[in-house]
């Protein structure tokens, strides 16, 4: 039940974009993301519900879709401060209080 | 002001101990949660907790067991402390999920 996040590394260039994939083998409700810095607690960055509300920074970008059970995660112009492990967390219900964490993807941003 | 606390942020103990952690936000929210990563950064929930209420156990062994005092506070405690129980303990309270959810700096637990 765990969803699986894709790719589990990525090495970008500042300046450089990418892709984070979020993906569940069940119905979901809602996907949330956070970023975790090393050593530090994760910090929220966007919640994307069912029927399109998006909750989140403006400067972080994400995709829902219902029918495929997948999110994915925009990172534009990367800078260092982006990097960190970036995980998706999963609601399958919309009524509980739970949310399975994803596989997480390692960022790391370079000059 | 710091909004999600834990104490303590270190913690190393002999197995078979016993030990508590503590957390408390001030930030209003009636839910609050732990959450358990592990040396391969799986972070895994254990306990959620509404206005002081167990609403989700995820089949945590027995030995750990959450107390709410109050809606502000979420302790935890660990009998019989196991090498497997060594891990990074995160609290966080939220308003609900369909809201951001507040992490605790950590309390990384070694067991030895």
């Known amino acids: 039940q765990q969803p699986v996040q894709s790719p589990q590394a990525v090495i970008l260039r500042e300046g450089e974009d990418a892709v984070i994939n979020c993906s569940s083998s069940?119905?979901?409700?809602?996907v949330h993301w956070y970023r975790q810095k090393h050593g530090e607690a994760p910090v929220f960055l966007m919640i994307l519900l069912k029927g399109g509300e998006q909750k989140g920074h403006d400067k972080i970008s994400a995709s829902f879709n219902e029918k495929k059970q997948q999110s994915s995660l925009y990172l534009t112009a990367s800078q260092l401060s982006y990097s960190g492990t970036y995980f998706c967390?999963?609601?399958?219900?919309?009524?509980?209080?739970?949310?399975?964490f994803g596989t997480g993807t390692q960022l790391k941003v370079e000059l | 002001d710091t909004a999600v606390s834990q104490t303590p942020k270190y913690l190393v103990t002999q197995m078979g101990n016993d030990k508590s952690i503590k957390c408390e936000q001030n930030l209003g929210h009636d839910t609050m949660y732990w959450y358990k990563q592990d040396s391969k950064k799986f972070l895994k929930i254990m306990f959620s907790?509404?206005?002081?209420?167990?609403?989700i156990n995820e089949t945590v062994p027995n030995r750990f067991s959450p107390k709410s005092p109050d809606k502000a506070h979420l302790n935890l405690h660990i009998n019989s402390l196991e090498l497997g129980d060594s891990a990074v303990y995160f609290c966080?309270?939220?308003?609900?999920?369909?809201?951001?959810?507040?992490f605790g700096p950590g309390t990384r637990l070694t067991v030895l």
């Open positions: 907790y509404n206005n002081k209420e167990l609403i």
């Open positions: 966080a309270s939220g308003i609900g999920l369909a809201d951001e959810q507040f």
């Open positions: 967390g999963t609601d399958l219900t919309g009524g509980g209080n739970k949310l399975t």
């Open positions: 069940k119905a979901l409700y809602s």
